[in-house]
């Protein structure tokens, strides 16, 4: 059995009078160490499933298991325990906190999570070793990313989830970012999930999920990715 597998999964929103089908029958796999990358127009679907998977909103219908276990079946409570202790999510315009430093950032990790790795640590792993005590506005878009992507980590989680995580970031600062990702998933087995509108990424993962009008249209598992270098 894969890490996750989604299977038939369907979400649809109410918006007046119309039916929205966000997810329309979603089938996906993903192994227990992959970089995987969810890719497709905006949209289609690929923040819904990524909701999901994070806990942060549930399926109508459908299996979504995690580890073996379906988080689709959990309760609010659970859920709530799941998104502190399981999952690390990363966004596009980093949501850190203005006034607290790079290091108190990614000390949030250690007041939710009983397992949270050393904040110091955690930053000097993502190279920000000499900015612990700076704030968010005193960094550029990459470094800021890279306190959001430490703050994800510290809890050392199942699933990190990564929402256009270089949407915001011109085309070098995107690739740095795109590589502490990639040697995230090498170095340290967490299993990574990208989604991205920018097809230009999908040489780098392990895995390929195309998401078009509410299902997923082709799943490839990439022999050879692409190193960032
Ligand atoms: P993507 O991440 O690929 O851009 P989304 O999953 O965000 O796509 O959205 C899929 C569809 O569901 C879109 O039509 C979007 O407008 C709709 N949608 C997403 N979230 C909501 C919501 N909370 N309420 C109503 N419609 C939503
Ligand atoms: P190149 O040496 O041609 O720049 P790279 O190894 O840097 O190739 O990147 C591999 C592929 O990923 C290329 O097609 C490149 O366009 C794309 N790519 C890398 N980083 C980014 C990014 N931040 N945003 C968009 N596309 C990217």
Redesign the pocket.
């Known amino acids: 059995m894969a890490f996750v597998t989604i299977k038939d999964e369907y979400k649809r929103?109410q918006?007046g009078e119309t039916i929205?089908v966000?997810n329309d029958g979603i089938n996906l796999e993903i192994e227990k160490g992959e970089f995987a990358i969810i890719v497709?127009p905006?949209?289609?679907?690929?923040?819904?499933v990524l909701n999901i998977l994070g806990g942060m909103d549930t399926a109508d219908e459908g299996q979504v298991l995690v580890d073996d276990t379906d988080i689709a079946r959990f309760n609010s409570k659970e859920l709530t325990g799941y998104r502190r202790n399981d999952v690390g999510f990363v966004f596009q315009f980093y949501n850190l906190v203005p006034n607290l430093t790079t290091k108190e950032n990614v000390e949030l990790a250690s007041q939710i999570s009983p397992r949270a790795l050393d904040a110091e640590q955690v930053l000097r792993d993502v190279g920000l070793g000499e900015r612990l005590n700076n704030f968010p506005a005193q960094l550029s878009g990459g470094e800021q990313q890279r306190v959001a992507i430490a703050r994800a980590l510290a809890k050392q989680p199942k699933l990190l989830l990564c929402d256009e995580p270089t949407g915001a970031l011109d085309y070098n600062t995107g690739k740095q970012v795109l590589k502490l990702l990639q040697d995230t998933c090498r170095n340290t087995g967490t299993t990574v999930i990208v989604?991205t509108h920018n097809s230009a990424l999908a040489p780098m993962a392990d895995r390929v999920i195309e998401?078009n009008n509410a299902k997923v249209r082709k799943m490839t598992k990439n022999p050879n990715p692409i190193s960032v270098d």
């Open positions: 929103y918006m929205i966000a497709g905006s949209g289609a679907g690929k923040s819904t989604i998401i």
